[in-house]
């Protein structure tokens, strides 16, 4: 049984579309990057498979249930967001405390350590935390909860670059050690490229992408050459972006790129490059918005 199961998955605000016709699933044991540009509809999936709204129509399946107002199903779930509100008064460590009742599968020494890692004072109104430590604290409340199910919608915002890996390298970790289905919700692609096992990408409410990332980084391809030669290898292809110097030319390609390809190419003297997780992901948006 997939972890999230969505089937034609829309919700409207009012004449507003967030989320139109979507339909994935999520699987145990993997690291999932829901990317897309601001207003894509990544937090309106993640409220609702969270059980924070109702669908406005589809199907959405929460461990085989319906997530809305199904304490059970979830009990399963940890959800980390950058805006994350904590009751007056509460210092750090009642936060962590009230994690350790939530949260079946918590990890007190773990949470612990994280806090140390991350500098974080223990009884310090949380309030009066800088922006960085408040999101570290959300950042050990979901790792140290160890849910089935984890998102972060872009807890990082206020980490600085040291504390983003140190979040980086203990998610790894953990989850080589407890594996579990982790979403991570990011604009910055680039870092989270090589933990990302499989990329959901959104644009404006629409699913435009649902690969593994390995799958995606061999089908997006720089060809770099002179520029007849690379326009000739590309006619057949779907270009997704074209740049030229000179008589050089660069041209994204969309496609599978076999060693018959990859030697046609490098005899026609063309260089051909996978580009970066981040730049499929750009390229692939434009392109969908280009041919609107
Ligand atoms: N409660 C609401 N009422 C009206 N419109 C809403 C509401 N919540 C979200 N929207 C709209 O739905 C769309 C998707 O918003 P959402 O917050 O899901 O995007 P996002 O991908 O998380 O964006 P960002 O990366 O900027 O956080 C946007 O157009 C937003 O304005």
Redesign the pocket.
């Given at each position: 049984m997939s972890v999230v199961a969505a089937a034609g998955l829309t919700?409207r605000?009012?004449d507003?579309?967030?989320?139109d016709d979507v339909s994935f699933s999520l699987e145990e044991n993997a690291i999932y990057g829901l990317l897309?540009?601001?207003?894509?509809?990544?937090?309106?999936?993640?409220?609702l498979i969270t059980g924070q709204?109702t669908v406005t129509s589809g199907e959405l399946r929460l461990f085989g249930e319906h997530p809305f107002e199904n304490e059970q199903a979830l009990m399963r779930v940890v959800f980390i967001k950058e805006s994350q509100k904590y009751p007056s008064g509460y210092k750090v460590k009642h936060v962590l405390t009230m994690a350790g009742r939530l949260f079946p599968n918590w990890d007190e020494e773990f949470a612990q350590s994280l806090v140390d890692d991350f500098n974080l004072p223990r009884n310090r109104d949380v309030r009066k935390l800088s922006r960085g430590m408040t999101s570290a604290l959300g950042v050990t409340v979901g790792l140290a909860a160890r849910a089935e199910l984890t998102f972060f919608?872009?807890p990082y915002l206020g980490l600085d670059a040291v504390a983003r890996q140190l979040f980086y390298d203990r998610l790894l970790a953990d989850y080589a050690a407890h594996p579990r289905t982790v979403v991570l919700?990011t604009?910055l692609i680039d870092e989270v490229a090589d933990l990302i096992e499989h990329v959901l990408l959104?644009d404006k409410?629409k699913l435009l992408l649902d690969a593994p990332s390995e799958e995606l980084r061999g089908e997006v391809m720089d060809a770099t050459g002179p520029a007849a030669v690379v326009d000739e290898f590309a006619a057949s292809r779907l270009v997704l972006h074209r740049e030229q110097l000179g008589g050089t030319v660069r041209v994204t390609l969309r496609g599978s790129f076999d060693n018959a390809e990859r030697l046609k190419a490098k005899k026609l003297g063309i260089d051909l490059e996978p580009v970066s997780l981040q730049q499929a992901v750009v390229r692939l948006t434009m392109e969908r918005n280009a041919v609107r």
């Open positions: 919700k605000f009012g507003v579309t967030a989320l897309g540009r601001n207003g894509a509809g990544k937090t309106t999936l993640m409220q709204n919608d872009e919700s604009h959104l409410g």
